[in-house]
């Protein structure tokens, strides 16, 4: 669905302004593996606003963790996507490994 709505199938647009991690499998999961914070869906308003004051301090958090960014800050749209694919990845290399 955000795919669909951010190439505009059907002439709407839709950026989701959150990461969803409430109800979530793939976003909570690639949350708990980046931070190391298990999330309950009572708990992941909390982690919401962890990756709405990274989108505020882009620009710091880049700087913090030693890399040169250049583009756009990333919003919790796009962190959303980052998740999944990140446990999506994690994953498959432990099924490959097994």
Known sequence: MVRAGALGVGGARYLPDIGYLAGSTGPRKGYELVFGEVLSDERAP??????????????????????????????PRDQENFLCIYQERLAKEQRLRE
């Open 46 to 75: 909390w982690g919401e606003a962890v990756l709405q004051a990274w989108s505020l301090h882009w620009r710091d958090v880049a700087d913090r963790v030693g890399i040169r960014w250049e583009g756009e800050p990333l919003y």
